[in-house]
């Protein structure tokens, strides 16, 4: 169906033409790197080793973000690109103004390599595409689940083609909510508090690991929000796929207020509308 609609969006204005180029190249991008990872997990090609006490890194995660950047790079070369496992920025144009005004990709090669590690499927590649401030493509994949996310700006989001929306509850105390816990345990009374409140004001609590498949959770109904302070290459396109679902966005905390509105991930909280403004009584600024 996504396919439809875009085909009709080019056929109708030929301007559309680079985003739908960027679509293909991200689709195949992450089609690629799923497959690897997919292979390497299978065969227990692992590598392996710590950034800290509990956050990994594999040799799938390097060998991932070097598939999706070199055919990023193959189509796109002088594209700003965001990638989690290199720097923050490994390759950008001369001059750039701004973060995310150029042509930019964001890139988290695996989202949840902890759950990687241990065998989960929650394990998402997320990649997004944008310019001028705003995303305007993301998609999450997860192949472990045989499941792909997309969402094109003002086209609406997709699970495998096919259209979702953010969940129709309107309470709390029938709402599943999702977090995420730092891998710094050095300050842990927000974050419990966080979880205690969810306990007692909501139907429970779910924590995925994986930000990127929390927000595809959001956007499909499975869960009704999920709030955490997360990275822009966690968040980017899973929060357009939420958005363009239906879902709305909001920060608990001024964290990271400096990014645009589409990187910002600190006291990021995304939730169907039903609940949102709820959940913003509970968590935001004001409370």
Not at 185 to 193: D, G, S
Not at 198 to 206: E, G, Y
Request: net charge negative; hydrophobic share 45%; aromatic share 6%.
């Amino acid at each position: 169906m996504l396919d439809d609609i875009l085909a009709r969006q080019l056929a109708s204005d030929p301007a559309f033409a680079d985003v739908e180029a960027v679509r293909q190249v991200a689709r195949t991008a992450v089609s690629a790197a799923g497959e690897v990872i997919v292979r390497m997990r299978a065969d227990g090609d692992l590598g392996e080793r710590l950034k800290n006490p509990r956050d990994v890194v594999t040799a799938a995660d390097i060998e991932s973000e070097r598939i999706v950047l070199d055919i990023i790079r193959g189509h796109f070369p002088k594209d700003t690109i965001i990638s989690e496992e290199s720097s923050s920025i490994i390759a950008s144009r001369s001059g750039e103004p701004a973060l995310l005004e150029s042509r930019s990709w964001v890139l988290d090669p695996i989202d949840g390599t902890v759950n990687y590690a241990h065998g989960s499927p929650l394990v998402g590649i997320s990649l997004g595409f944008g310019f001028g401030g705003a995303m305007h493509y993301g998609i999450v994949a997860m192949p472990f689940l045989g499941l792909t996310y997309e969402a094109v700006r003002s086209k609406g989001a997709y699970r495998n083609g096919e259209p979702i929306k953010t969940s129709n509850r309107a309470t709390l105390t029938e709402s599943l909510i999702a977090t995420g816990f730092p891998y710094e345990r050095t300050n842990l009374e927000p974050l419990l508090e966080r979880v205690r409140t969810i306990l007692i004001h909501c139907q429970d609590l779910r924590r995925c690991g994986a930000a990127s498949v929390d927000l595809c959770f959001v956007a499909e109904g499975t869960f009704e929000g999920y709030l955490e302070d997360v990275q822009p290459w966690d968040m980017a396109a899973g929060l357009l796929i939420a958005q363009e679902a239906g879902a709305k966005v909001g920060w608990y905390h001024n964290g990271g207020a400096a990014l645009p509105e589409a990187l910002r991930g600190g006291g990021l909280l995304v939730a169907a509308p039903g609940v949102f403004h709820s959940l913003m009584r509970l968590f935001g600024p004001q409370s």
